[in-house]
């Protein structure tokens, strides 16, 4: 199935607004964290619902906010739940971005940038699109060391990228961008019951639980353009 097929499926059955209630809780933090000035120019790759350029531009005064993504169907859905005529939600692939050279200060994705059929060549778009000193705000729940995240792959027929963090470094440095920070933002707003209540319908263990959430959480990688 391709991308776009897949994530049209979850945007027409409501899953949009499900991923951004569980990605919100590590997202904010790196929301948090991007070093946005008022009047900047902000992309979402992957942007689901967009309620991260809805969160920036009322926490951050981004100026224009553009969400990309590959679903049609994602990109309305994004387009219905706001009426800021600043945010422009569009179609288009990862491997081809739709800017000029040097014309955006910040990228943004989260829990997208591992479905990029190509992720040197969408971190080579991410470096030419960035204007010199632009970031690029990389969160992942999919990686090596988070070991319970890799049976997501059996259930998605999409192919998926699942780099460790060292592997992200040494991409970002080959594209051209300074790897400017790395660190996990662990899930703290997931409630993990006791022992005695496993298993759940989610979790055989405890341990896998914590594992996920608050060992690995979400793998941050910020990159900054020379
Ligand atoms: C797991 S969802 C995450 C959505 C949102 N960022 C969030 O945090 O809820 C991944 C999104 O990336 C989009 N996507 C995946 N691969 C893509 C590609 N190659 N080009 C454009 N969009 C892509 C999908 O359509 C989907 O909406």
Same mark, same amino acid.
């Not at 951004?20 to 070093?35: D, F, G, I, V």
């Not at 992957?46 to 100026?63: D, I, K, M, P, W």
């Not at 169907?73 to 739709?98: C, H, I, K, Q, W």
């Not at 707003?189 to 055989?204: G, L, Q």
């Given at each position: 199935?391709?991308?776009?097929?897949?994530?049209?499926? +979850?945007?027409?059955?409501?899953?949009?607004?499900?991923?951004?209630?569980?990605?919100?809780?590590?997202?904010?933090? *790196?929301?948090? %964290?991007?070093?946005?000035?008022?009047?900047?120019?902000?992309?979402?790759?992957?942007?689901?619902?967009?309620?991260?350029?809805?969160?920036?531009?009322? @926490?951050?005064?981004?100026? %224009?906010?553009?969400?990309?993504?590959?679903?049609?169907?994602?990109?309305?859905?994004?387009?219905?739940?706001?009426?800021?005529?600043?945010?422009?939600?569009?179609?288009?692939?990862?491997?081809?971005?739709?800017?000029?050279?040097?014309?955006?200060?910040?990228?943004?994705?989260?829990? *997208?940038?591992?479905?990029?059929?190509?992720?040197?060549?969408?971190?080579?778009?991410?470096?030419?699109?960035?204007?010199?000193?632009?970031?690029? /705000?990389?969160?992942?729940?999919?990686?090596?060391?988070?070991?319970?995240?890799?049976? +997501?792959?059996?259930?998605?027929?999409?192919?998926? @990228?699942?780099?460790?963090?060292?592997? /992200?470094? =040494?991409?970002?440095?080959?594209?051209?961008?300074?790897?400017? =920070? =790395?660190?996990?933002?662990?899930?703290?707003?997931?409630?993990?019951?006791?022992?005695?209540?496993?298993? @759940?319908?989610? +979790?055989?263990?405890?341990?896998?639980?914590?594992?996920?959430?608050?060992? +690995?959480? @979400?793998?941050?990688?910020?990159?900054?353009?020379?």
């Amino acid at each position: 199935m391709s991308v776009h097929e897949e994530f049209d499926a +979850w945007a027409e059955a409501g899953k949009d607004r499900g991923m951004e209630q569980r990605h919100w809780h590590t997202a904010k933090h *790196a929301l948090a %964290r991007m070093p946005v000035e008022t009047g900047e120019t902000v992309l979402d790759l992957g942007c689901g619902s967009g309620y991260s350029l809805r969160a920036l531009r009322e @926490t951050a005064g981004v100026g %224009r906010a553009y969400g990309l993504d590959g679903s049609p169907e994602m990109a309305r859905n994004a387009r219905s739940y706001t009426d800021d005529s600043s945010v422009g939600y569009l179609v288009g692939d990862f491997g081809d971005l739709p800017f000029p050279d040097d014309s955006l200060d910040h990228v943004f994705s989260m829990e *997208a940038f591992y479905y990029a059929a190509n992720p040197d060549e969408t971190l080579r778009e991410i470096e030419r699109v960035l204007r010199p000193g632009g970031t690029f /705000y990389c969160a992942v729940n999919y990686y090596e060391e988070s070991e319970t995240t890799h049976e +997501w792959e059996e259930n998605l027929d999409i192919e998926m @990228t699942r780099w460790n963090r060292e592997e /992200y470094r =040494q991409a970002f440095r080959e594209a051209g961008l300074y790897v400017a =920070q =790395q660190d996990t933002i662990s899930d703290r707003d997931v409630d993990i019951p006791p022992a005695e209540e496993f298993p @759940t319908d989610d +979790w055989e263990t405890r341990e896998a639980m914590v594992d996920r959430y608050r060992t +690995w959480g @979400t793998l941050l990688t910020v990159g900054v353009a020379p």
